[in-house]
């Protein structure tokens, strides 16, 4: 949409006048990018974000959101590994409940089998 084309073109215009390619920009412009409904362009910017810090915690988040878009659901586990590893995230399927971009994702046996070994408490 518009509103999207209009974010993305600021975003843009600010690291030109910053003259530094920055991880987090690269990250925001990944969200960016997935809300205009641009999965690849918003893929390739959470991998370049990623790239330039792989410890950089909003990357993860893009990389992941990027991926449960595109159904590249080992990249998302991936992500998912990274960001409680990583950051202390507990991600399991309440930590998405509200999420409907997560949906269809947390549904899959992929998600389920992560999660179930990851999060058992053995009171199921």
Known sequence: SRQYDKAIEVLLRLERQLGVEDSAMKARLSAAKLAAGEVDEAEAYA????????????????????????????????ALTRLEDDFGHTLDGNAFSRDRAFRSFVATPEFKSWSEGRHSSGDD
């Open 47 to 78: 991998d370049e974000a990623l790239a330039m810090q792989p410890g950089l915690e909003l990357a993860w988040w893009s990389k992941l959101r990027v991926s449960v878009a595109a159904s590249k659901t080992d990249d998302a586990i991936n």
